[in-house]
T-cell receptor, first 115, second 109 residues
Framework: EAGVAQSPRYKIIEKRQSVAFWCNPI?????LYWYQQILGQGPKLLIQ????????DSQLPKDRFSAERLKGVDSTLKIQPAKLEDSAVYLC?????????????FGPGTRLTVL | QKEVEQNSGPLSVPEGAIASLNCTYS??????FFWYRQYSGKSPELIMS????GDKEDGRFTAQLNKASQYVSLLIRDSQPSDSATYLC?????????FGAGTRLFVKA
C-alpha cells in the first residue's frame, strides 16, 4: 500500500513570494490534514478536511494561507505572501476517518525556507 | 486551551535499559491516545495507540493509560541506539488531535 505522497520535498523562497505544496493521501483515507512543524516543536494543525469539506481550520492564518481538496482526494496548501516565520516543515497526514481511534499516517514533509 | 505536555528531555538511557516517556493532557473528554516516533529530519511514524485504561504491549513497547490521572506513558524495554529519536504524544478528543512537543531520547551504546 502506497503511503502519503508530498511534493516538493524542499523549497527555498524569498519573503513575499508565494509557494504551493501538494499532497496525495493513502487511497481510501477520507480525512486529510496539513500540519506545520517548527524545529523543536510538535506538529501544529493548520487545516483538516473530511472528504472535500473543511472540518477545522481554526489555526490557519487565512490572510496568507489557503488550502483546497478538490474531489476529496489530493490537496494543495498555498502561502501567499510568505513571511520569514513561515520557515518550517509542512506535513500532510491522512486517516480513514476523523472520529475516535483516528490513526494518522504522515507523508515525508516539505521543508520550507523563507529568506 | 486544550494542552498536551511532555518533558522535552533529552532523556538519556544506556543500551539495554528501560526508557520511560511521559505525557499529560488537559481535556478529560479525550478518548484516543497515540505515540509517534520522529527521527531527525524525518516525519512522525505511528508506533502505538491506546484507548482503554491499563497497559498495551507491542514487542518492546508498552503504552500505559490512566484517564483518571490524565496521564499516558510509553515504556521502551531493552532500549537500542536505533530508538534514539523524538517521541511525540498525541491526544484525540472528538475530531481534534493535539500533539505534544515531544521528548528527545538518546540511547547510549
Amino acid at each position: 500500500e502506497a503511503g502519503v505522497a508530498q511534493s516538493p520535498r524542499y523549497k527555498i523562497i524569498e519573503k513575499r513570494q508565494s509557494v504551493a505544496f501538494w499532497c496525495n493521501p493513502i487511497s481510501g483515507h477520507a480525512t486529510l490534514y496539513w500540519y506545520q512543524q517548527i524545529l523543536g516543536q510538535g506538529p501544529k494543525l493548520l487545516i483538516q478536511f473530511q472528504n472535500n469539506g473543511v472540518v477545522d481550520d481554526s489555526q490557519l492564518p487565512k490572510d496568507r494561507f489557503s488550502a483546497e481538496r478538490l474531489k476529496g482526494v489530493d490537496s494543495t496548501l498555498k502561502i501567499q505572501p510568505a513571511k520569514l516565520e513561515d520557515s518550517a516543515v509542512y506535513l500532510c497526514a491522512s486517516s480513514l476517518g476523523s472520529h475516535q481511534r483516528n490513526e494518522q499516517f504522515f507523508g515525508p514533509g516539505t521543508r520550507l525556507t523563507v529568506l | 486551551q486544550k494542552e498536551v505536555e511532555q518533558n522535552s528531555g533529552p532523556l538519556s538511557v544506556p543500551e539495554g535499559a528501560i526508557a520511560s516517556l511521559n505525557c499529560t493532557y488537559s481535556d478529560r473528554g479525550s478518548q484516543s491516545f497515540f505515540w509517534y516516533r520522529q527521527y531527525s529530519g524525518k516525519s512522525p511514524e505511528l508506533i502505538m495507540s491506546i484507548y482503554s485504561n491499563g497497559d498495551k504491549e507491542d514487542g518492546r513497547f508498552t503504552a500505559q493509560l490512566n484517564k483518571a490521572s490524565q496521564y499516558v506513558s510509553l515504556l521502551i524495554r531493552d532500549s537500542q541506539p536505533s530508538d534514539s529519536a523524538t517521541y511525540l504524544c498525541a491526544v484525540q478528543g472528538g475530531f481534534k488531535t493535539i500533539f505534544g512537543a515531544g521528548t528527545r531520547l538518546f540511547v547510549k551504546a
